[in-house]
């Protein structure tokens, strides 16, 4: 199980999740045990080759040998999702997560809330930011600009401004995304003035 782990390790750091998986199947084909360091390295290949659907196969065989998720696997796994598109699955490992007390992270909420930005569900951002103010969990400026973003694609300018201010009174960078992001909200709302008013500090500061 070491060896199968090394070498699963060692293609998932050289970028090879097909060579990684085929080592991973070999696993299972001679019943050797799994466990979480090659399960995780597997899973992490395949989000690196952004193959969510691989890694949905994985977490199906991680079950059936009862083998535990953890903070990373699942990391990898929402951040596959994401990468692919797939914000129902991001959303429904975040769930997982919860359900089986799987600690979260920054990165869990950034992918997460990244993946419904790149969905704009907007709602879903906005609520999983506002779970993760709620943590003792750094938000940053992926984390603000993500949710921003959604708001800004959703149409949602008020909201884009009010976590705009929250984030400019905490310890979050913001960035030119983050401004940007911002005023375009207010522009698709018709509040270019109000935007300009409320964010030209910011700018100039930023500048």
């Given at each position: 199980?070491?060896?199968?782990s090394?070498?699963?390790?060692?293609?998932?750091?050289g970028g090879?999740?097909?060579?990684?998986l085929?080592?991973?199947?070999v696993m299972?084909d001679?019943?050797?045990d799994?466990?979480?360091t090659?399960?995780?390295?597997?899973?992490?290949a395949c989000?690196?080759?952004?193959?969510?659907?691989?890694v949905l196969?994985?977490?199906?065989?991680?079950a059936?040998?009862?083998v535990?998720?953890?903070?990373t696997?699942c990391?990898?796994a929402?951040?596959?999702?994401?990468?692919?598109n797939m914000w129902?699955?991001?959303?429904?490992?975040?769930?997982i997560m919860?359900q089986?007390?799987?600690?979260s992270?920054d990165?869990t909420f950034?992918?997460?809330i990244s993946?419904c930005?790149?969905?704009r569900?907007?709602?879903?951002?906005?609520?999983l930011?506002?779970l993760?103010?709620?943590?003792?969990i750094?938000?940053d400026d992926i984390?603000?600009?993500?949710a921003?973003g959604?708001c800004e694609?959703?149409g949602q300018?008020q909201?884009a401004?009010?976590?705009?201010?929250?984030?400019?009174?905490?310890d979050v960078?913001?960035t030119?995304?983050?401004?940007g992001?911002?005023?375009?909200a207010?522009?698709?709302?018709?509040e270019?003035?109000?935007?300009?008013?409320l964010?030209?500090?910011l700018a100039?500061k930023?500048?």
């Amino acid at each position: 199980s070491i060896s199968f782990s090394a070498a699963i390790s060692a293609c998932e750091k050289g970028g090879e999740w097909d060579k990684a998986l085929d080592f991973f199947s070999v696993m299972v084909d001679c019943q050797v045990d799994l466990d979480t360091t090659a399960c995780s390295a597997a899973v992490s290949a395949c989000e690196k080759g952004a193959k969510w659907r691989m890694v949905l196969e994985l977490f199906s065989a991680m079950a059936q040998k009862d083998v535990e998720a953890t903070t990373t696997t699942c990391n990898a796994a929402i951040s596959a999702c994401e990468k692919g598109n797939m914000w129902r699955k991001a959303l429904q490992f975040f769930c997982i997560m919860e359900q089986t007390h799987v600690e979260s992270d920054d990165i869990t909420f950034n992918a997460t809330i990244s993946a419904c930005e790149k969905a704009r569900k907007w709602q879903q951002a906005v609520h999983l930011f506002r779970l993760m103010v709620k943590t003792t969990i750094q938000c940053d400026d992926i984390t603000i600009n993500a949710a921003i973003g959604a708001c800004e694609k959703g149409g949602q300018w008020q909201i884009a401004l009010e976590l705009f201010n929250l984030a400019s009174r905490s310890d979050v960078e913001l960035t030119a995304i983050t401004l940007g992001a911002a005023l375009n909200a207010c522009e698709k709302g018709a509040e270019a003035e109000l935007a300009l008013k409320l964010l030209r500090p910011l700018a100039i500061k930023s500048g």
